[in-house]
Structures are given as structure tokens and as C-alpha cells.
């Protein structure tokens, strides 16, 4: 006997099939919503019914949320799944759906309202006795307490957005000098994003890990969690390859922070499955950071080492369910490994790649699990989130998952947009990856996008200030004697490839005259903000030359080395691209 008999997943791409999954094992009817931009997509033609709620923005169809209530009802779904971005994190929305009589598949709205503001949520957590990052509980409110408490604290100190979360509005303040700057474009972004300026301070903990405990909780009061999950390896707060268990953390250390979980969680009076994040400091001390107050796009490495279906959790516990397992029954084997397959430039900044995926091939075989929405054909939109798809691998431990892998990365075949599975490889072979280290600094440095780039797509690609040998490599099939080979032929490049890759140089400033090492080149698109140096000046390595704001992220752009600006070519309010020499410093 079904839960429910129709639920609708208010969400697209690879979350909205994973949820289908779950629901349709569970015997209950799936209901698609789609943009205009999402006829033809794969989570369309998964669920059992469909229905068109708008046009191709977010604004207008999958945060549409009156137009997903109204949806709810013609299809006659008792529930809704939110999947995570989009309404996932919206108290107001998970009410709406409670006052129409739709059940939630998610936290009750008050705990959604209490975590979304991180300066109630630390609040919150000291008073519940879960240890917060040293600093304050209530709004900072001007650049003098930020030094006075940068003192008391000690340098450096983190400003963060109140509203924000997942690092957005962040910032690193290292002396007294710095307070002003940071203190007003960390308010100005969290006024620009979320609509509130408000911000906090803590201490900045230098090499941190960033470990995250799954949590879950029924109405029938059982909170339990699934262990850790490491997802130190990140681009700009964005998570790029996750695993559990943490190579950092023991048993010990688990049964600490999974208790410091289930107390976080039943502080805010919690239901549903959700996650603690917190910093794993050098010398063992955990700290509460925020909780996601949903599914996360990480809970399948989470999965494959317990056996469970965390979304089955949560749509049992919103029917009134008791979990299934309690936590003496949850048993961690294995470890697991996550790689995002987002489609992004790696030699390019990481930007998003858009496109159409001509051809289309999943890796298989044992321990390995895709999650994924789209097939060969599918056009990755630039409208939404890049990711293709979630590889997930399975093995006896981290170097058996960390092989199996690279194996199955081997496997993919992804044609017609650039994606980050040479990253992953690249990545996965490093030795700070095999040792389990915090990799910090390592998926910015130049050599690694290079190497990306080169395994992403079977040609060398040289760090910017190398000589390109003319020649293209690509990759054939030949038979001699039935005996099959895959050979490199190395051919000269075509003029027109040739003039398109000086272009790109020139852009990156390599060949630009007077410039080479000492060009300071945007390192993405945007728009100058501030600019803090004048033609002629001296300044120190590491000082802010200006500040480009690109996606409403204030970005400090730094001087390399110490010496004499040359060549300023940006001014306040002028647009910048990736690439562009901002100035040189000789
Ligand atoms: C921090 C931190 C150091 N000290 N907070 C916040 C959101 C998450 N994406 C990373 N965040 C951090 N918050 C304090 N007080 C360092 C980071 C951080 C980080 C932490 C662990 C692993 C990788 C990281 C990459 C960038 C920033």
C-alpha cells in the first residue's frame, strides 16, 4: 500500500529523475513540471505525467511557485519533493504547500526559516551546547567592531553574509587595514544576493576540511545520522568531488561529530533528512558551520555506503513514517567517491560550458552508480546549473574507489561540450589527492588546468607562457593484421586553428608585447568595481589592484609580485573579460 499516490517533483535534471526513482519503487505516480526550455529533457519523459509551467528563466517556471501549487492540484499529487536549489530551501514555499493540503517532502518550515539565517542558526547552536567557529551571534555592524573583534579573536577573521551560506558573501579579512573593505563588500553582497546586508564575524581557520554529516530525522522523535562526508576539494565554494568516509576522521572522531549532528538537528526541532556542515580544524576540532535543509546533490556516496535510500527516508517520514533504521542498524562499508560531471571549461576559468551532448556513453560495471539527466542529444542550457551528471563509485576502500574511478571515467564519453572529466583525472591521479590531503590551492593552479585540459580532451594544452608546438594530435582507430590499435597522429595544425589559438593568447595577454609574466589578466567576466592602484605605483605582492564583480560576487584581484603598475587599463563601472590584461607590473 502506497504513502502517497502521486507525488511531483518540482525540480529538473538529474535530482528530478533520482527522486522519480525512489517514488516509483515506492509505487507512488511521478509528476514532471518543465520549462520551455526543458520539452525535450529527460526528467520529461521519466515521470508518468508532465505538465508545462512556463517559460525558460527560473523566475518564470521552477521558482514559479503559485504556478507549481496550481500543477500540484490539476495532477491531483498529495506531495511535493523539492530536489535541492530552487524552492528546496524556501520556508514560505513548504508553507504554501502545507496550507493547500500538499505534503512537504522536506524540514519543517521553521526549521528552514531558523537555518537560513546563519547568525540565528549560531545563536541556535551555542545555546544548545554544538560548538560554532569562535566569533559572534548577532549582526556586525560596522568596520570598527570588525577590527576590535579581528583582536580579540586574532587575525585573520572571516566576514560572512548572513543570509548566505555555501560561502557566498565570504570573506577572508587578514589585518586591521583590510576591516573597511571587506566589511562594505561583504554587506554589499549579501544585499545583492539575498536582499539582506546583514553579516557576522568568526575566525578564519587556516587549511580547514570541510566535513558534513548526513542527518535524519522522523516525526516520532528518532534522530539519527549516516556519518561524514569529506567535500574538502572545492572551486569557489563550489564542490567538485566528494567521499565518504573522511580520510581525516576515525571512529571516534565520527561517533563526536555525528553526536554534535544529532544535537544541531534536534536543537531547530527537525524532521526529514538534512546535513550539518562543519570545519574539520588541523589539530581535530569540529566546528557547526550551517545546515542544508535538504537533500544535497552529495547524499549518494552517503548512500552507497550504508545501503540506504535517503530519499526513501524522507518521503516515509513526510507520510508519518518512522525512519526505517535506527542507529544502532546503521552500518558504513566501503568507501565511496563522487565526481561532479559538470559541463565547464577548465582551461577557460571554469566556466560553463553550454551545449549540445552529441554523443553519450555511462561508464558501468561493478561498484559503479550514474546519476544523471541527459542523453545523447540533450542541449545543456545556460540557463541553469551545469552539471550533466554525478559519477559515483563504490569499492573496498578509498584506493579501490579512487581506481575504480579512474576506470570508470576512462569509460565515459561525453561529445560536444567540454565537461570536467579531464579535470577528475587529473585530479584523482595528484599526489595530494592519493594521500588524502586538503588539496587546498591545488584545482586553481595553473599546471592542473592544463593537465585537465589535456586528458579532457586528448591534446596538449600548455600553461600560458609556453610555446605551442604548431602540431594537433588526435586519436584513431587502425587495424593491421586484425589486430586493433589506437594511435596518436600527430598532424600540423590548420591555419585557421593556429590564428584562433594566438587569438586566445593575445586574450590571455601570453603574447601581448611588455606584458608575458608580468600582465595581471581578469581572471573572469565582469564589471570593475573599485579600482585601488594608479598607473605608476609601487605595490607589494598580494595587494587588491581592483575588484570585479561578476554573478554579484565581489573578487579581489591581486598583484602577483611587487613592482611598479604599468599599462592600467580598467577604470570603475567598465566591463572586463576573461583574459583581458587588467595592467602589468615591471
Ligand atoms: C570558513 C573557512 C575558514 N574559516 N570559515 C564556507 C563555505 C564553504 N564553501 C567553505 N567555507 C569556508 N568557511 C571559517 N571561519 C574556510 C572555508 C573554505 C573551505 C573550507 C574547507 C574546505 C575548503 C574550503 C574552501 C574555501 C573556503
Redesign the pocket.
Known amino acids: 500500500m502506497a504513502v502517497f499516490s502521486k507525488a511531483l517533483v518540482a525540480n529538473r535534471g538529474e535530482i528530478a529523475i533520482r527522486a522519480f526513482r525512489t517514488l516509483r519503487e515506492l509505487g507512488i505516480g511521478t509528476v514532471a513540471v518543465y520549462s520551455e526550455a526543458d520539452r525535450n529533457a529527460a526528467h520529461v519523459a521519466y515521470a508518468d505525467e508532465a505538465y508545462l509551467i512556463g517559460g525558460p528563466a527560473p523566475a518564470e517556471s521552477y521558482l514559479n511557485q503559485q504556478r507549481i501549487l496550481e500543477t500540484a492540484g490539476r495532477a491531483g499529487a498529495e506531495a511535493i519533493h523539492p530536489g535541492y536549489g530552487f524552492l528546496a530551501e524556501n520556508g514560505d514555499f513548504a508553507r504554501r504547500c502545507e496550507e493547500r493540503g500538499i505534503v512537504w517532502i522536506g524540514p519543517p518550515p521553521e526549521a528552514i526559516d531558523a537555518m537560513g539565517s546563519k547568525i540565528e542558526a549560531r545563536e541556535r547552536m551555542r545555546a544548545a551546547g554544538v560548538p560554532i567557529?569562535p566569533g559572534v551571534t548577532e549582526p556586525v555592524e560596522s568596520a570598527d567592531e570588525v577590527r576590535r573583534l579581528g583582536d580579540e579573536l586574532g587575525w585573520p577573521i572571516?566576514i560572512?553574509a548572513s543570509a548566505g551560506g555555501?560561502?557566498k558573501g565570504?570573506k577572508v579579512v587578514r589585518a586591521a587595514a583590510d576591516a573597511e573593505r571587506a566589511f562594505e563588500s561583504a554587506r554589499r553582497e549579501g544585499e545583492a544576493y539575498f536582499a539582506d546586508p546583514a553579516v557576522y564575524v568568526?575566525?578564519?581557520?587556516e587549511d580547514?576540511?570541510?566535513v558534513e554529516v548526513q542527518v535524519l530525522a522522523d516525526g516520532h522523535g528518532n534522530v539519527i545520522h549516516l556519518g561524514e562526508r569529506d567535500?574538502?576539494i572545492?572551486r569557489r565554494?563550489q564542490k567538485l568531488v566528494e567521499e565518504t568516509p573522511s580520510p581525516a576522521v576515525d571512529e571516534t572522531l565520527r561517533a563526536r561529530i555525528g553526536a554534535i549532528a544529532v544535537d544541531a538537528a534536534r536543537a531547530v526541532g527537525y524532521r526529514s533528512a538534512g546535513t550539518i556542515?562543519g570545519?574539520l580544524s588541523r589539530d581535530g576540532e569540529y566546528f557547526f558551520?550551517e545546515m542544508n535543509t535538504r537533500i544535497q546533490v552529495e547524499h549518494t556516496v552517503t548512500e552507497m555506503v550504508t545501503g540506504l535510500d535517503v530519499i526513501r527516508e524522507q518521503v516515509l517520514v513526510a507520510a508519518g513514517e518512522p525512519l526505517s533504521v535506527l542507529q544502532e542498524d546503521v552500518r558504513l562499508s566501503g568507501h565511496a567517491i563522487e565526481c561532479r560531471i559538470n559541463a565547464e571549461d577548465v582551461a577557460n576559468g571554469f566556466l560553463p560550458a553550454p551545449g549540445t551532448v552529441t554523443r553519450y556513453h555511462e561508464p558501468a560495471g561493478p561498484g559503479v552508480r550514474v546519476d544523471s539527466g541527459v542523453v545523447a542529444g540533450s542541449e545543456i542550457s545556460a540557463l541553469y546549473d551545469p552539471m550533466i551528471a554525478k559519477l559515483i563509485v563504490h569499492g573496498v576502500d578509498r584506493e579501490h574507489a579512487r581506481r575504480r574511478m579512474l576506470r570508470a571515467l576512462d569509460e565515459y564519453v561525453v561529445d560536444g561540450v567540454k565537461t570536467l572529466i579531464g579535470f577528475h583525472k587529473a585530479l584523482l591521479t595528484h599526489p595530494c589527492f592519493i594521500e588524502g590531503a586538503?588539496c587546498?590551492g591545488l584545482v586553481e593552479s595553473e599546471l592542473m588546468a592544463a593537465r585537465a585540459a589535456e586528458l579532457e580532451d586528448g591534446q596538449p594544452h600548455l600553461p600560458a607562457d609556453a610555446v605551442a608546438a604548431a602540431v594537433r594530435e588526435v586519436v584513431r582507430s587502425v587495424e593491421v593484421d586484425g589486430r586493433r590499435f589506437e594511435v596518436r597522429v600527430l598532424r600540423p595544425e590548420p591555419p585557421f586553428a593556429e590564428l584562433a589559438r594566438r587569438r586566445r593568447e593575445r586574450a590571455r595577454g601570453g603574447g601581448a608585447a611588455g606584458a608575458g609574466k608580468d600582465a595581471v589578466i581578469s581572471p573572469m567576466q565582469g564589471t570593475v568595481l573599485a579600482v585601488e592602484v594608479a598607473e605608476g605605483d609601487e605595490v607589494e605582492s598580494g595587494q587588491v589592484l581592483c575588484i570585479v564583480e561578476a554573478m554579484k560576487m565581489e573578487n579581489e584581484v591581486h598583484a602577483h609580485r611587487s613592482g611598479r603598475v604599468g599599462e592600467l587599463s580598467v577604470a570603475p563601472g567598465q566591463p572586463v573579460t576573461t583574459g583581458q590584461v587588467i595592467c602589468v607590473i615591471g
Open positions: 567557529v572571516a560572512k555555501g560561502g565570504l568568526e575566525r578564519y581557520l580547514p576540511r570541510h567535500c574538502t572545492q565554494h556542515e570545519l558551520l586538503t587546498h
